[in-house]
């Protein structure tokens, strides 16, 4: 099964006088539909847009393992197990909360940063938190993600290049930027796609593009 979900269709949040725009793909916030809180162990897919200077004040996280994509502009994170960076376009982090963390994220730039920020479930709660970041993660090289049972594809595609969809038991596209066929189906930046028990599968490029996939063990 293929569910597709549209950009125009994500919940639209954050704190627009602060300048913070933020679209949620699944609950989150106030925002709450009891038949979209997950898929999988993913827990959240949100797109966010930062002003120069603006940020989310520090917060705790706990029991949840937090991926960042920087698409475009310089991500400055802090938090309190002592890890100050700043992350940048193609860079990855991955936050792991485990028993409780607390971190802030800044645009400390001079121009607008657009980051994918993933949450997903841990198999297993507790344990310390970890910080990891994958400075100009190269096309194709997956990012294993063990403490949830994912792994993470990151392609960028040439027009008309094909990639095969992982046969896993779920698996969650998401397109960053340009577009790409799955199926009968066109997928354009900020859209995403659910899948289900499919085997066999591609993604077709209509342009350049770059694309995530999740490829989820249940």
Do not use: K
């Amino acid at each position: 099964m293929i569910s597709v979900q549209r950009a125009d269709d994500r919940y639209t949040g954050g704190d627009e006088a602060a300048g913070i725009l933020s679209r949620h793909a699944f609950s989150f916030g106030s925002f709450y539909d009891p038949d979209n809180l997950r898929f999988g162990a993913i827990l959240a897919c949100n797109g966010e847009r930062l002003a120069p200077g603006a940020g989310f004040d520090e917060h705790p996280h706990s029991h949840t393992e937090i991926v960042t994509w920087v698409v475009e502009g310089e991500l400055t994170h802090r938090d309190s197990a002592g890890h100050a960076t700043v992350v940048r376009a193609g860079d990855l982090q991955h936050l792991s909360a485990a028993a409780g963390v607390r971190h802030v994220e800044r645009n400390d730039g001079d121009v607008p940063l657009t980051f994918v920020q993933m949450w997903l479930s841990p198999l297993s709660p507790g344990g310390e938190p970890s910080y990891t970041i994958v400075p100009g993660i190269a096309d194709s090289t997956p990012y294993a993600l063990p403490e949830a049972g994912a792994m993470l594809h990151v392609r960028r595609l040439a027009s008309g290049e094909r990639t095969a969809v992982p046969d896993a038991a779920r698996v969650y596209v998401h397109v960053v930027a340009g577009g790409v066929w799955i199926g009968d189906e066109e997928l354009e930046p900020g859209d995403a796609a659910r899948i289900t028990g499919e085997e066999g599968l591609e993604l077709v490029a209509a342009g350049a593009a770059e694309v995530l996939i999740w490829e989820l063990s249940a």
